[in-house]
C-alpha cells in the first residue's frame, strides 16, 4: 500500500465515524495570534483542514481561501460548511495526499493546524513545502499538538514531542525568513462531549520578508 492510500483510507475512516459538527470552530490559537499579524485577509491555503474550522473562520472575514486535505468526505463538509455561511465563492477544496502532491500558487497566509498523522510520510518535507508556498511578506504559521489530550487517537501512547526551536530548524529557513513565534503555550481544551484538559501547543509563525 502506498503512503496516499494509506493516509487517505486512514482519514475516510476517521470522518466517516466522526459527528460532521466536529472541527467546524476554528483554533482559537489561530484566531488570536492572526488578529496581530495577518489582520488585512488576502490569499491563504490551510494544509490538513479537516472540517474546516479554520478555512470557514478565515473565508468568513474575507480570505480568499484553499483548503486541502487527503479525505474527500472532509472536504465535501468543507463545501457544504462553505455553502450554508454563503462563502462558496471564496473556498476552495482541494484533495491532495501532502506527502505526494501539493496545490500551485504562492498565500499570503499558509496554516497547518495540528497536521498530525499516524501514517509514516515525512511531515517535515510537507512544512518545507508549506513555507516554499508563501508569498513574500506571507505568513506560515504551524500550531501543533506538544502535549496528547485525553481524547486523543495517539492517547496512551509514548509520543515525543519536538520544542518549537526543533521545528523551526526543521524548516530550513534562509535569511529572508524572520521568526515571530516560537513558543508552547498552554491552553484548556474542549473535546468531543464538552470534555476538557489542559493541552500545550507549539506555535510557529514565521514572515517570509522578501
Ligand atoms: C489532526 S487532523 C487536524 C484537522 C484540522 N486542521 C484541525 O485542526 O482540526 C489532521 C488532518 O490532516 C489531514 N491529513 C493527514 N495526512 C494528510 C496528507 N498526507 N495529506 C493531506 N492531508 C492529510 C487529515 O485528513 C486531517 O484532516
Redesign the pocket.
Known sequence: MT??NE?AA??ER??AAMDADW?TRP?VVLTALLADLAPTPGTAL??????G??ALWLAARGWDVTA????RT?LDRVAAGAAAAGVTERVHPER?????TFPAGAYDLVT??????P?T?SRDG?LRRAARAVAPGGLLVV?EHASTAPWSWQAGQDVEYPAPADVIASLRLDDSWHVVRGDAPRRTATGPGGRTATVTDNVIAVRRTG
Open positions: 503512503s496516499a493516509s486512514f482519514w476517521h470522518y472541527g483554533n490551510d494544509l490538513g483542514c479537516g472540517h474550522g479554520d486541502v486535505d487527503v479525505s472532509a491532495h495526499d501532502l506527502a505526494e497547518a493546524t495540528y497536521f498530525h498523522t501514517v510520510i510537507v500550531i
